[in-house]
Every structure is written in structure tokens, then in C-alpha cells.
């Protein structure tokens, strides 16, 4: 792991657990299981504990995400526009758990309370591209179109897509 990430911090101060957990994840995109053995180890708490934090908070993560996140919204307007069957057809297109990333690491599905995009209910969002007004027949082109594509580039500027 990179030392430098200890240089900020005082070693056996419990109070920099949660920002010595930020850093980790900033650097990695996710905390590895060696990181967690490092940081009991700079912080003097067991393993456990940390481990223990680090599943307790939703900002985490113990796994690597996919080149491409894909955000379901579940807020109360996509609910109502069926948002469930989005969910459903993602899960079973890509043979992953909401939470979870495809074995090839192209993919990692999650749900979000609100995307605020409530107009095109129900929405999705693949890494900065918006997919309204969505039906389940439109998820297998959205998968092969992001199949295919290349990791996208962190700057990219957000476009809309009414489907």
C-alpha cells in the first residue's frame, strides 16, 4: 500500500480511522483487505473492528467497482413508473445482485434513492449518461452499447438520453 497515505496521520490515533479509510478508497476506488490489516496495525484496533466500520458505512467499499456504474434510481416518481423491472432486467441481464460487479469487471449495479431526474422517470444513469423514460425492452441495448465501449474518462460531461 502507499505509505505516504500514513504520513498525514498519528500512528495509534483512533480518531483518524474514518479519514485514513477515505484516503484508501480515493487512491484504490476500494478498500483491499490488505489495507485494512495496515491500518489496524497503524491505528492499534483489531481487524475486525475496522472491518466492522468499514461495512457499517455506505460510502465503502470492500471490492473493486466495474469500469461502468450503473445507478438505478428507486425514488418515489421512478417507483412508481416501475422502476422494480428496471432493476430486475439489469440483474438478470448482467447475473448480478444490486451492490455487486460481473465477473469480467465491465459492470457494477447499484441503487440510488434519487437521481433527480424525475421528469424521464424511470432513469438510470451508466457512469455520467442519463437513460430515461425507460422500459425493460431498452436495457439490452444499453448493455451491449457499454459492452463495447471503452473505460470512459472521468471528465466527460454529462449527456441526456430520453429513450
Given at each position: 500500500?502507499?505509505?505516504?497515505?500514513?504520513?498525514?496521520y498519528?500512528?495509534?490515533?483512533?480518531?483518524?480511522?474514518?479519514?485514513?479509510?477515505?484516503?484508501?478508497?480515493?487512491?484504490?476506488?476500494?478498500?483491499?483487505?490488505?489495507?485494512?490489516?495496515?491500518?489496524?496495525?497503524?491505528?492499534?484496533?483489531?481487524?475486525?473492528?475496522?472491518?466492522?466500520?468499514?461495512?457499517?458505512?455506505n460510502?465503502?467499499?470492500?471490492?473493486?467497482?466495474?469500469?461502468?456504474?450503473?445507478?438505478?434510481?428507486?425514488?418515489?416518481?421512478?417507483?412508481?413508473?416501475?422502476?422494480?423491472?428496471?432493476?430486475?432486467?439489469?440483474?438478470?441481464?448482467?447475473?448480478?445482485?444490486?451492490?455487486?460487479?460481473?465477473?469480467?469487471?465491465?459492470?457494477?449495479?447499484?441503487?440510488?434513492?434519487?437521481?433527480?431526474?424525475?421528469?424521464?422517470?424511470?432513469?438510470?444513469?451508466?457512469?455520467?449518461?442519463?437513460?430515461?423514460?425507460?422500459?425493460v425492452?431498452?436495457?439490452?441495448?444499453?448493455?451491449?452499447?457499454?459492452?463495447?465501449?471503452?473505460?470512459?474518462?472521468?471528465?466527460?460531461?454529462?449527456?441526456?438520453?430520453?429513450?
Open positions: 500500500m502507499h505509505s505516504h497515505i500514513f504520513e498525514n498519528v500512528k495509534n490515533d483512533k480518531s483518524s480511522l474514518i479519514p485514513l479509510l477515505q484516503d484508501i478508497q480515493n487512491i484504490y476506488g476500494y478498500i483491499p483487505e490488505y489495507a485494512l490489516e495496515e491500518v489496524a496495525c497503524f491505528v492499534d484496533m483489531p481487524v475486525s473492528r475496522i472491518y466492522g466500520v468499514a461495512t457499517f458505512y460510502q465503502f467499499r470492500l471490492t473493486p467497482l466495474g469500469e461502468n456504474i450503473i445507478r438505478v434510481c428507486r425514488g418515489t416518481a421512478c417507483h412508481v413508473k416501475s422502476s422494480a423491472n428496471i432493476l430486475t432486467a439489469l440483474e438478470t441481464a448482467l447475473n448480478i445482485k444490486a451492490g455487486q460487479t460481473t465477473r469480467d469487471k465491465k459492470f457494477t449495479l447499484e441503487i440510488v434513492n434519487c437521481i433527480g431526474a424525475c421528469s424521464i422517470a424511470p432513469v438510470i444513469t451508466v457512469n455520467n449518461e442519463y437513460f430515461g423514460r425507460l422500459s425492452k431498452d436495457i439490452a441495448g444499453i448493455i451491449k452499447k457499454y459492452s463495447k465501449a471503452p473505460k470512459p474518462r472521468e471528465a466527460e460531461q454529462p449527456e441526456v438520453n430520453l429513450a
